[in-house]
């Protein structure tokens, strides 16, 4: 059984940095895509970024040069460190992996960022 969860949300003036992580159990990050996505209140969950085995990324043109998705293989664990963060980045942050055919996704972290 896949599980994913995630850690680091919170509230964070714009122009300053969170970063979160997602340790999964049940399956291995290094062997298949992962990545995060985003919702926020009223709106459709859109992707922020993806790290695939090779170890390539791409990111959503809104995060680009401002979040870095990255991987740490000895402890299955993705990250997502977010700077220079907007008001517009609030949303739920959801942590991502698909493994035979199905979609899994972590309980999300709140993400708020002030004005």
């Known amino acids: 059984q896949v599980q994913l969860v995630e850690s680091g949300g919170g509230l964070v003036q714009a122009g300053g940095s969170l970063r979160l992580s997602c340790a999964a159990s049940?399956?291995?990050?290094?062997?298949?895509?992962a990545g995060w996505y985003r919702q926020a209140p009223g709106k459709q969950r859109d992707l922020v970024a993806l790290?695939?085995?090779?170890?390539?990324?791409n990111y959503a043109n809104s995060v680009k040069g401002r979040f870095t998705i990255s991987r740490d293989n000895a402890k299955n664990t993705i990250i997502l460190q977010m700077n220079s963060l907007k008001p517009e980045d609030t949303a739920i942050y959801y942590c991502?992996?698909?493994?035979?055919?199905?979609?899994?996704w972590g309980q999300g972290t709140q993400v708020t960022v002030s004005p």
């Open positions: 790290i695939y085995s090779s170890g390539s990324t």
């Open positions: 049940g399956t291995t990050f290094s062997l298949n895509v």
């Open positions: 991502y992996t698909p493994k035979w055919g199905e979609n899994y």
